[in-house]
């Protein structure tokens, strides 16, 4: 029996902490690029669905909007990133152009953009205004793209419009800066002249790369990020970073086998590709003055961040711009107590201090036990667990139990990655322990945190 020092820190992202189990070799699997390790370890993006829906108070427009609609009263792109700050996201990712195919800066392809609106006289640049905010406030900038463009006469015609759109994709990626993720919608409908698209996905990456390096590529088949497989802000339980590239073999495939791969990905996959779970913080992507009573309270954001990040994926959480350009006060407010609520909950780490008392594993390895000990009893209802996911994903099993006259349940499960947090009824306890079984070589456990909720109203209570 050892005792070691059981770092078990609060914020979880523990790249440096020594922790059982952790530093031995592994069988070569899938590992994160760097640009993917950061996206995760940044957790929080904020989506902005803007365009000529806002005004036309609709979720798809056809592409027959007049640009002079576009007309933002009081648009100040720092009001939103000051409330993507506040809220603690990391990035903001705009429509820069939705399925209508307007596009939120002066395109040099099309006249269907702001350079055609009444919006600074026609001189605005949606994109630039918030890339400067952006930089101004610290945040990364990602850019959304519609590849469907009801609008465009090209599309639908194959080469012509992957010229097309691989140009405008250039004009986003050359024109403001660095871009950190590019947002493939899978959504891919008729054109103008009733046909559909083949998109050339090969050559719109080769864009991404050439231009944005760094950049990570979304879409429902990667390359880098996927989709989470729904739009209810939960991630699958298991939930692998790993992914068979086979299984969802372009953006927009459907069925229940390709739903089944984006929510679970695969242990056996080939393919480093985390999974990114976009909600709304409405009902709409857009906004619409009919639903400026139904913005997600902040126990229903906290519960979502818990079936996202807390089941090893990112949020992309959508606060939508109202036609005067300005997030609503209602959805500012809702950010700031999400905020608030999570430095609350789980920048207390009730299990700091807590030493590993003893520690076996099985002789091959792959298994391990830890017995933990609490400086003092403390009463928590979410464990967290982290896995050091920088030399891939691998432990299959997790059990925790609490010590009360005898081992009793706390949770289990099957994979945890980047973060698992876990629900669970409130408990006292001064003693854990911790049986973990990994696919490949020990489990490489980043560490434990303990936290306490309370009472959660449940979705749809106010903030
Ligand atoms: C979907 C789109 O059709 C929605 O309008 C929205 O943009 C969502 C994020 O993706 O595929």
Not at 282 to 298: C, K, M, N, T
Request: hydrophobic share 35%.
């Amino acid at each position: 029996m050892r005792r070691r020092e059981f770092v078990a820190a609060g914020a979880l992202g523990l790249a440096g902490s020594a922790l059982p189990g952790g530093l031995s070799a592994a069988v070569r699997s899938p590992r994160p690029s760097h640009a993917q390790l950061a996206w995760q370890r940044r957790e929080l993006a904020l989506f902005l669905h803007f365009g000529v829906n806002t005004f036309t108070d609709r979720e798809w427009g056809d592409g027959t909007e007049d640009p002079r609609i576009f007309d933002p009263s009081a648009l100040d792109a720092r009001q939103w990133t000051r409330a993507a700050r506040a809220g603690g996201f990391r990035t903001v990712i705009l429509t820069a152009k939705h399925h209508d195919g307007f596009c939120l800066w002066p395109s040099r392809l099309t006249r269907h953009s702001v350079a055609s609106s009444p919006w600074r006289r026609g001189r605005g640049d949606v994109v630039r205004e918030l890339a400067d905010a952006a930089r101004n406030d610290g945040l990364r900038l990602g850019l959304y793209l519609s590849p469907w463009d009801r609008h465009e006469p090209s599309y639908g015609s194959g080469d012509r419009y992957n010229d097309f759109y691989c140009a405008q994709l250039e004009e986003l990626l050359t024109g403001y800066g660095p871009v950190t993720e590019v947002w493939f919608d899978g959504a891919n409908g008729e054109g103008p002249n009733g046909r559909r698209q083949a998109y050339d996905w090969p050559r719109i990456h080769r864009v991404v790369r050439r231009h944005q390096p760094h950049a990570v590529i979304f879409s429902d088949a990667g390359p880098d990020i996927r989709w989470a497989g729904n739009e209810r802000g939960e991630a699958g339980d298991p939930n692998w970073c790993t992914v068979n590239p086979a299984a969802v073999p372009f953006p927009g495939a459907s069925g229940d086998q390709v739903t089944s791969a984006l929510l679970h990905g695969d242990p056996d996959g080939t393919a480093w590709r985390p999974a990114e779970c976009d909600v709304s913080i409405r009902p709409g992507w857009f906004w619409h003055p009919a639903e400026d009573g139904q913005v997600r309270s902040v126990d229903n954001l906290v519960d979502l961040y818990l079936t996202s990040v807390g089941r090893n994926s990112g949020l992309l959480l959508n606060v939508p711009p109202t036609r005067e350009g300005l997030l609503h006060p209602t959805d500012v407010e809702r950010l700031a107590g999400f905020d608030r609520r999570r430095r609350v909950v789980f920048d207390a780490d009730l299990a700091r201090g807590t030493r590993v008392v003893s520690r076996s594993s099985s002789r091959d390895g792959r298994a391990l036990d830890l017995e933990l000990a609490l400086p003092r009893p403390v009463a928590f209802d979410v464990v967290s667990l982290a896995e050091r996911i920088e030399l891939g994903q691998s432990i299959d099993r997790y059990a925790v139990e609490h010590w009360d006259g005898g081992w009793r349940p706390l949770t289990e499960g099957t994979t945890i990655g980047h973060r698992k947090m876990d629900r669970v009824a409130p408990v006292t306890a001064g003693r854990l322990r911790v049986t973990l079984t990994s696919r490949r070589g020990p489990p490489r456990l980043a560490g434990l945190a303990l936290h306490r909720l309370g009472a959660s109203a449940g979705p749809g209570a106010g903030s």
